[in-house]
């Protein structure tokens, strides 16, 4: 018998000059970063909040605060580890893996396998339970304009 359990997360940053642009635990190129206490890797901060969520454990602003000094600059994997941790201590295992990044600017394609294999090693997982997908908002709102980044993430944990 299996128990399943589904959570969603979603972060959106400002983006600001001076800040490197971290998604999925990897480096992107880009002239602007997402503002942040961490390295504010948006797309890692939904996927915690998803795993958290399907499990009930609170989000990450509960667990890593940002008035936490011990968090400033943190890699964002790092604190997804500390989740996976979490998450396997309740005996359950991610099913899927299911993110969504929209931002004008850059373009996510040339890092999507980079960014799959980081998350996939992250959480112990085979690549193919990792889907992203990338968007943009075709010049509506923040994101459209280019001053921010959205992420969003479904995830499917399952217990044996």
């Not at 980081?118 to 193919?128: D, I, P, R």
């Amino acid at each position: 018998m299996y128990n399943f359990r589904i959570g969603m997360g979603h972060d959106i940053h400002a983006l600001v000059e001076g800040r490197e642009l971290w998604l999925g635990g990897v480096k992107i190129p880009f002239e602007l970063g997402p503002k942040g206490h961490s390295d504010a890797d948006a797309l890692i901060h939904a996927i915690m909040d998803a795993m958290l969520g399907a499990l009930a454990l609170g989000d990450i602003g509960q667990l890593f605060p940002d008035t936490d000094p011990a968090y400033k600059g943190i890699s964002s994997l790092k604190l997804l580890a500390k989740v996976a941790e979490k998450v396997a201590e309740t005996g359950y295992k991610v099913g899927n893996l299911d993110c969504m990044i929209h931002c004008e600017a850059p373009k996510i394609a040339p890092y999507r396998a980079a960014i799959v294999e980081t998350l996939a090693k992250t959480l112990k997982v085979e690549q193919n339970q990792v889907s992203l997908k990338a968007g943009t908002n075709e010049g509506f709102d923040a994101i459209g304009k280019g001053q921010a980044i959205a992420c969003q993430a479904i995830v499917l944990l399952f217990r044996e």
